[in-house]
């Protein structure tokens, strides 16, 4: 890829250590794939729906109005109320508007958050696998990921995550429902990793951003563990729940202190989030659910086309998907083929997917698929998906 945007070490003229270290060649090629008709998009984590009417309605309504200036830093005064009215519901408790900091997005939320709370040489356990943007943040500020690997049917390890913490671990990191696996953490999962965090003194980042997509079972929140209230860096957004991704609205929900200290992070960079978007999410949050219901209902058809389309498909071994909308699948082939290999010539064969080996080395082995996708998409891919495991088996 040489001369391309994505490859920083020859083509910038002196990019940063911290530039050259936060650059994933895998994450960035994975996420650009180039359109072309001929092949079914099964590789992005973006909603395959439109965000809802009313919220458009909102931020074209909110510049007629003359939100055009400067935000407030923290975020919109009635967006925060209303997020914290949501994380309040969430946790059985009240949260405070002034635990809110509105965000470009959930990933500034985990950049700010993180940033603001690691120093170089610091260790951070992840699941293995983890949504890859944790690594890509830790590596910049010069941070350790230390993966942590899972047991059978990809679910936290209390006894491996509890090895791993060394006299520099400083932070857990938990996504929940799971990108790229799928999983849903339960509630007794939860309380075995905030317990281990209380013993020795570690802040967690959870990251909830597909709490509303869960297919199975029931949801369990990190905000509801009131132990963890005061180490709680709790990560959230309207990308997914609302089909808002281009919109770039996020939030970190954290006791003050902390809050504070993500802020400088967050003024310094951004100073705050596009005002009319933050009335939009006022509308997201305290308008019609309906919208929610039917995307949810329309995530669950597409799960059900998935599983049907890849059943029966030789070397293939699903997780099960419990939420967020993605099947990670394991495969084994004799003679071995690598999740980069297998990623690439899925993409030759007309299907986009992900190497599970981007989201960490335990990902050998496997590759993600989306199915917030088109149903036209979603067929294609399985066939085509089918068609190569079934010539390599
Ligand atoms: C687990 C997880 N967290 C955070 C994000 C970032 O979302 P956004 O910045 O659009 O809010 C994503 C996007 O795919 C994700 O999968």
């Known amino acids: 890829m040489s001369g391309s945007l994505y490859d ?27 359109p072309d008709p001929g092949v079914a998009r099964l590789h992005f984590g973006d909603p395959c729906f439109a965000t809802p009417r009313h919220i458009v309605d909102a931020a074209t309504a909110a510049m007629s109005a003359g939100y055009t200036h400067y935000p407030p830093s923290y975020g919109d005064p009635d967006l925060r109320t209303a997020i ?7 946790a059985g408790r009240p949260i405070e508007s002034s635990e809110v900091l509105v965000t470009a997005g959930s990933t500034a939320a985990i950049y700010c958050a993180l940033t603001a709370v690691l120093d170089p040489g610091d260790e951070v ?42 006299d520099r671990t400083r932070l857990v990191i938990i996504n ?41 079972g029931a949801f369990s929140s990190c905000l509801a563990l009131a132990e963890l209230s005061d180490r709680l860096l709790y990560i959230n957004g309207f990308s997914k729940t609302y089909a808002m991704t281009g919109w770039r609205l996020g939030y970190l929900v954290a006791r003050p202190e902390l809050l504070h200290a993500a802020h400088v992070i967050h003024s310094n960079s951004s100073a705050g989030v596009n005002w009319p978007t933050q009335r939009a999410g006022i509308a997201a949050l305290d308008g019609p659910q ?18 049907e389309g890849l059943a029966g498909t030789p070397g293939l071994r699903p997780v099960l998907p419990e939420g967020a909308f993605y099947l990670y699948v394991g495969f084994r082939f004799n003679p071995p083929i690598r999740s980069a290999e297998i990623t690439k010539l899925l993409l030759k064969e007309g299907v986009a ?33 089918q068609r190569v495991f079934t010539r390599l088996s």
Do not use: C, W
Request: aromatic letters at 8%; proline letters at 6%; zero cysteines.
């Open 290 to 307: 309906e919208p929610v219901a039917e995307m949810i209902a329309g995530y669950h058809t597409r799960r059900e086309a998935l599983l």
């Open 84 to 90: 914290a009215r949501r994380a309040s519901r969430r």
């Open 125 to 166: 356990l992840l699941f293995d696998p983890s949504y890859s943007l944790y690594a890509t943040i830790l590596n910049q500020i010069g941070a350790r990921p230390v993966y942590v690997g899972m047991k059978e049917a990809l679910r936290p390890d209390r006894d491996r995550l509890e090895r791993a913490i060394t």
């Open 353 to 385: 997917v992900r190497s599970g080996t981007e989201y960490g080395p335990a990902g050998e082995g496997y590759v993600r698929i989306s199915y917030s996708a088109t149903l036209d998409d979603i067929r294609d891919g399985a066939e085509r998906l």
């Open 176 to 216: 929940n429902p799971a990108n790229p696996t799928g999983v849903v953490f339960n509630e007794a999962e939860l309380r075995a990793i905030s317990e281990i965090a209380v013993a020795h003194d570690l802040l967690v980042l959870a990251d909830e951003i597909y709490d509303e997509l869960v297919f199975t």
């Open 8 to 34: 920083l070490t020859m083509d910038l003229a002196s990019p940063s250590q911290a530039a050259r270290r936060g650059f994933s060649p895998e994450r960035s090629a994975g996420i650009a794939v180039p």
